[in-house]
T-cell receptor, first 114, second 113 residues
Framework: AQSVTQLGSHVSVSEGALVLLRCNYS??????LFWYVQYPNQGLQLLLK??????LVKGINGFEAEFKKSETSFHLTKPSAHMSDAAEYFC????????????FGQGTILTVHP | EAQVTQNPRYLITVTGKKLTVTCSQN?????MSWYRQDPGLGLRQIYYSMNVEVTDKGDVPEGYKVSRKEKRNFPLILESPSPNQTSLYFC????????????FGNGTRLTVT
């Protein structure tokens, strides 16, 4: 079985501030981990993915995430927030015998203030 | 352009009236899946398909049917919709491996009254 917990359903930052969105996962096998972003009235887009290569993964739009096995975490960060980063972000896990079942977290809405 | 196309984007219907939401992808992906998105619950998988004629239940399959007669199409069928199926639905596709990212359609907002 696998699960994902995103800590904080809403995160608010000022433009230029650090963005930190938290994701913890549970998986009985080595996981594949993903971050997706959803802009209003659109489908989800892939930001980045971890597939057991480098533990620090760089994605689009300046985002990156670090896989920490000991903490079962895959937190998403961006050094400096931009107004265009305002969206909902989803962490997801798949892998092993759960192939075909991609499990999503509850989502975190990021608000960026001027 | 590589894309997943869902239709319709918006649908309002009444309880018990059968409906179908279509999904088509042009990337020759083996894997396709349907999700519903509800506030505070994230995305929950309804059904998925590994390839033509191969489908399996996700986490919330009750009240839904799917078929995969062709590789590119994966329609979602609600035989007798109920108000608790009011939701935002997404179709997605990918290559058939656990590390392949999903490509999502733009969603179908369904309201059942």
């Amino acid at each position: 079985a696998q699960s994902v917990t995103q800590l904080g359903s809403h995160v608010s930052v000022s433009e230029g501030a650090l963005v930190l969105l938290r994701c913890n996962y549970s998986s009985s096998v080595p996981p594949y981990l993903f971050w997706y972003v959803q802009y209003p009235n659109q489908g989800l887009q892939l930001l980045l993915k971890y597939t057991s290569a480098a533990t620090l993964v760089k994605g689009i739009n300046g985002f990156e995430a670090e896989f920490k096995k000991s903490e079962t975490s895959f937190h998403l960060t961006k050094p400096s927030a931009h107004m265009s980063d305002a969206a909902e972000y989803f962490c997801a896990v798949s892998g092993g015998t759960s192939y075909g079942k991609l499990t999503f977290g509850q989502g975190t809405i990021l608000t960026v203030h001027p | 352009e590589a894309q997943v196309t869902q239709n319709p984007r918006y649908l309002i219907t009444v309880t018990g009236k059968k409906l179908t939401v279509t999904c088509s992808q042009n990337m020759n992906h083996e894997y396709m899946s349907w999700y519903r998105q509800d506030p505070g619950l994230g995305l929950r998988q309804i059904y998925y398909s590994m390839n033509v004629e191969v489908t399996d239940k996700g986490d919330v399959p009750e009240g839904y049917k799917v078929s995969r007669k062709e590789k590119r199409n994966f329609p979602l069928i609600l035989e007798s919709p109920s108000p608790n199926q009011t939701s935002l639905y997404f179709c997605a596709s990918s290559l058939s491996s656990s590390d392949s990212p999903l490509h999502f359609g733009n969603g179908t907002r369904l309201t059942v009254t």
